[in-house]
């Protein structure tokens, strides 16, 4: 028998629209909200309209919203009983999971012990190959060893992919192509493992040439229930950073889609998983491997709610609560196309970071259309954070049709002030390749690669 525990103020451990984002599902739940926010974000959106807020540090993330002891102190003077973190900052700290759990509050989010396995992509890897998913062909762990490294590349074929047990954004990651490349890469990625992670271990993958980045969503309870809401198509990205994202794929079809949703499901049932999850694949030729797991909410999360409609954050709540998942795998329907451009703050030729104060702002509207931001006329980006200002998430009877009302939307979209991304994103929908579907992980980069780009 599952305990059910109410909540009725729940601390936001996150800025920005995701903090939006959960503080709406909170108020339309009957939950109070609780925001907490450095220096810098005092007049954020996300605080404005929070029930109460807390400053908890200086603008810097180490000292606000990486700082756990003062987010738990947050949540203990306000009385709140759950604390969700959204994505980044903590999200996928097992230890920041831990001391929230030990110090009495729920944790909105998977138990801490599958955010550790998770977030070791040697063990991760293991756990996942063990519970039936497909992964992509090499070593069994990390290589300390150059030797090591060596006799492992020749077993699993040039090219190879070397990768930061640690990582995650690209960083650690070299591409090696040749058996004369692999020493000095091994070095470079072992530096910048334990630069950037504190963990300078890495593996080696078979490195796929062509692929599509393949992701699938699921939803779990304390109750045995495991459900998948179809597949979310992430390939166009930019060292490692995506863009644009889509669901369904337009490259799977119903059978695999079936088919690998079910092997995800029964693997994520033997491991006991709880709440909302990703499962990453690369997919080509035909079959899926696995990369890696994300145990939290996805910034490209409402593709996923457009098509299926529902509120993967209430589904969060309420299973945290102990409730069970308000849906079944039957009632998951996949109806329509659904699309997410995100908007940062960027110089839309260098892709550099451009905050400052933005002295115009006009979203788009109209049927299928859905913007995800906590910006507004007046308000000033911070240089401190993420420059990820908005997502335009639109939907339609199909993909033709909700390309259309994409490039309608983004027409439409007035950020004034500050440079923003809209201009490649424009572009990239354009492109003869994007529209008739022949891309890849890497046609993005190409793309920026061009003369005429």
């Not at 000033?380 to 639109?394: E, G, H, N, Q």
């Not at 929908?429 to 690669?449: G, I, K, Q, V």
């Amino acid at each position: 028998m599952v305990a059910i525990q109410p909540m009725k103020k729940v601390l936001i451990a996150n800025r920005g629209e995701i903090a939006l984002r959960i503080l709406r599902t909170c108020h339309e739940m009957g939950i109070g909200t609780v925001a907490v926010h450095s220096t810098a974000d005092a007049n954020a959106m996300h605080v404005r309209l929070a029930d109460e807020s807390v400053c908890i540090g200086p603008p810097g993330a180490g000292e606000s919203y990486l700082n756990a002891a003062a987010i738990l102190s947050a949540a203990e003077i306000t009385g709140a009983e759950g604390i969700h973190p959204g994505y980044g900052f903590l999200a996928e700290n097992a230890d920041f999971a831990q001391m929230v759990v030990e110090h009495g509050f729920t944790f909105i989010g998977p138990d801490p012990g599958h955010i550790r396995m998770m977030g070791d992509k040697v063990v991760a890897k293991a756990s996942v190959a063990a519970a039936g998913i497909p992964t992509v062909p090499g070593t069994d762990g990390a290589v300390t060893e150059d030797a090591m490294a060596f006799t492992a590349a020749d077993t699993i074929g040039y090219p190879v992919l070397i990768k930061a047990v640690a990582g995650g954004g690209g960083r650690g990651m070299h591409v090696v192509r040749s058996r004369a490349e692999l020493g000095a890469a091994l070095r470079n990625a072992r530096n910048e493992a334990r630069a950037g992670f504190g963990d300078e271990r890495v593996y080696l993958e078979k490195y796929l040439d062509h692929p599509r980045h393949i992701e699938i969503q699921v939803m779990a309870d304390r109750h045995g229930n495991v459900v998948h809401l179809g597949e979310r198509d992430c390939s166009l990205q930019r060292r490692h950073q995506k863009l644009i994202e889509e669901s369904p794929s337009p490259v799977i079809t119903d059978s695999e889609r079936r088919t690998i949703g079910e092997t995800v499901v029964e693997a994520l049932g033997k491991l006991g998983y709880l709440g909302a999850g990703t499962i990453e694949f690369l997919y080509q030729d035909g079959r899926f491997y696995f990369i890696e797991m994300n145990t939290r909410i996805q910034v490209e999360h409402p593709v996923t709610e457009m098509v299926t409609g529902i509120d993967l954050v209430r589904e969060q709540l309420t299973v945290a609560m102990g409730h069970p998942l308000s849906f079944t795998q039957k009632q998951v329907r996949l109806e329509g196309h659904a699309i997410e451009c995100r908007i940062n703050a960027e110089d839309p030729q260098t892709l550099l970071p451009q905050p400052g104060r933005i002295v115009a702002y006009h979203p788009p509207g109209g049927p299928g259309v859905r913007v995800d931001s906590a910006i507004y006329s007046g308000y000033t980006v911070p240089p401190f954070y993420d420059s990820l200002i908005a997502k335009l998430i639109v939907h339609d009877k199909d993909r033709e049709r909700c390309i259309a009302r994409l490039e309608r939307s983004l027409a439409e979209f007035v950020i004034d002030g500050i440079p923003s991304s809209i201009p490649l994103l424009r572009r990239v929908l354009a492109e003869p390749e994007f529209r008739a579907n022949r891309y890849d992980t890497s046609w993005l980069e190409r793309f920026l690669a061009r003369p005429s780009a």
